[in-house]
Nanobody, 119 residues
Framework: QVQLVESGGGLVQAGGSLRLSCAAS??????MGWYRQAPGKQRELVAT???????NYADSVKGRFTISRDNAKNTVYLQMDSLKPEDTAVYYC???????????????WGQGTQVTVSS
């Protein structure tokens, strides 16, 4: 069974930094990433990274956030710098893995971690 354990959220002032971590277990993960959901808004993509290290970022975080992963530890990280109040949201870890029962790629979600940026 796939399990995701997130950590690293918190309260920070604008301009500050936070680092999120998501440790995954139970499978081999092709794509790992982060999404976020602010109050009253839809969940949106923040960044993703493949097992080969190719990355993709939302335009709103390019140049400020860096996604990385440690394949040996099945852990994905999100380094968030130059944080802005509009980055305030619940951040969710997301992974894609091959489900051997359904013989298809499936997503799994972390429980979410709150990031609050004060102005």
């Amino acid at each position: 069974q796939v399990q995701l354990v997130e950590s690293g959220g918190g309260l920070v002032q604008a301009g500050g930094s936070l680092r999120l971590s998501c440790a995954a277990s139970g499978s081999i993960f092709s794509l790992m990433g982060w999404y976020r959901q602010a109050p009253g808004k839809q969940r949106e993509l923040v960044a993703t990274i493949t097992s080969a290290g190719s990355t993709n970022y939302a335009d709103s975080v390019k140049g400020r956030f860096t996604i990385s992963r440690d394949n040996a530890k099945n852990t994905v990280y999100l380094q968030m710098d130059s944080l802005k109040p509009e980055d305030t949201a619940v951040y969710y870890c997301n992974v894609k893995y091959w489900n051997t029962r359904t013989m298809g790629v499936q997503p799994a979600w972390g429980q979410g971690t709150q990031v609050t940026v004060s102005s």
